[in-house]
């Protein structure tokens, strides 16, 4: 009775470790082997079937059998989602299935700068090889994104799928500055005085952005321009003259701007009218915003590039003048050397 217990529990003990090695070699095949040395990029086509992909996945050297490939898709819930792909060497099969049936696509980073037009960010997204497609619509399709103006789109860093098309990149950033349009609106703060629409406080922080990179700056240049419409005087900002001159490109491609240039006839010209431009003449970021609504307390009316960077800051005309002065004794300097 007990040699016949002994070899029962030896049969037993063999069957477990039979068992063992089995769930081994199947662990090993599924998620640690990999017949795939270097990285591959996957395009799966909407309605592909799960067979099609391991098919395709099979014929580049990517997995060993269709048949585990299905097994594993059906661990991770049965379908794979369409989208580009990048697979990285020595992807198991269950890997490369979850990555599919999870929709874990490749990705491509966009920065849209702060301060560029809704001409200059088209020209850049078409620069990005990563991405697809029109940055205009067809003439047959009428949604937001077809329609943009200045002022429309948020700046910033948007983390998309490769392929995108630049579209839909463009209506990221306008939905995303929808929002933070929604979230002031909901805050119930006060514009300050003399603002009294979003478009006003978007055309006004478009002009601080285009005026100084250094968002410590802008609240002061954003209190400068506020203390002039309150006064009923002209803004004279030089890049609402440039959007003028460039009809809406914003940039003048190196060339200098004159002072013949002030007295060019359009709505943007502050040196020619009062107050705000109609729309804003650039894409603004949230340091501009936040200065127009937040802006320094001061007295100052006027400023001037200061040749390190940033502004000088005057109460007076005369003071004014004087550092006018001295901006132009730092060009002069600067265009003897060679600078």
């Known amino acids: 009775m007990k040699r016949r217990n002994f070899k029962q529990n030896k049969f037993i003990m063999f069957a477990v470790l039979a068992l063992m090695a089995a769930v081994s070699v199947a662990m090993y095949t599924l998620c640690v082997r990999s017949p795939l040395n270097v ?67 490749a990705s491509t980073t966009v920065v849209i700068p702060e301060g ?62 929808n929002d933070i349009q929604d979230a002031w609106k909901k805050s119930g703060k006060i ?4 603002l009294k629409t979003w478009n006003d406080v978007v055309t006004l922080a478009s002009i601080v952005q285009k005026e100084t990179p250094r968002a410590a700056e802008m609240p ?24 003028a001159l460039t009809d809406g490109l914003g940039d003048m491609r190196g060339a200098p701007l004159l002072r013949g240039h002030l007295k060019i006839e359009s709505p943007y010209n502050t040196y020619m009218n009062n107050g705000l431009p109609p729309t804003p003449i650039a894409n603004v970021g949230q340091a501009a915003i936040r200065a127009v609504l937040k802006p320094a307390d ?40 060679g600078e």
């Not at 514009?191 to 003399?194: E, F, N, Q, T």
């Open 39 to 105: 990285p591959i990029v996957l395009t799966v086509d909407r309605g592909a079937s799960v067979s099609a992909v391991g098919t395709q996945l099979q014929s580049r050297g990517a997995i060993d059998s269709v048949t585990l490939f299905k097994a594993c898709i059906r661990m991770y819930g049965g379908r794979v989602q369409r989208g580009l792909y990048e697979i990285p060497a020595h992807a198991s099969v269950c890997k490369i299935a979850r990555m599919l049936s999870e929709g874990d696509v």
């Open 220 to 243: 002061i240049v954003a209190s400068v321009y506020l203390n002039r419409l309150r006064k009923n005087m002209r803004l004279q900002a030089d890049p609402t003259v440039v959007y």
């Open 116 to 177: 560029l037009t809704i001409q200059q960010t088209k020209q850049l997204l078409l620069q990005n090889s990563e991405l697809t497609g029109s940055v205009d619509c067809d003439p047959s399709v009428d949604a937001p994104v077809c329609n943009l103006r200045d002022g429309d789109i948020f700046p910033d860093t948007y983390r998309v799928a490769r392929g995108t098309s630049r579209l839909a990149v463009l209506d990221l950033a306008r939905a995303k500055m």
């Open 298 to 337: 001061t007295n100052y009316f006027f400023f001037v590039a200061d040749g390190r960077g940033g502004h000088n800051f005057s109460n007076t005309y005369e003071e004014h003048l004087q550092h006018h002065a001295d901006w132009r004794a730092i060009k002069k300097s600067r265009s003897e050397q």
């Open 191 to 194: 514009m300050p005085h003399p």
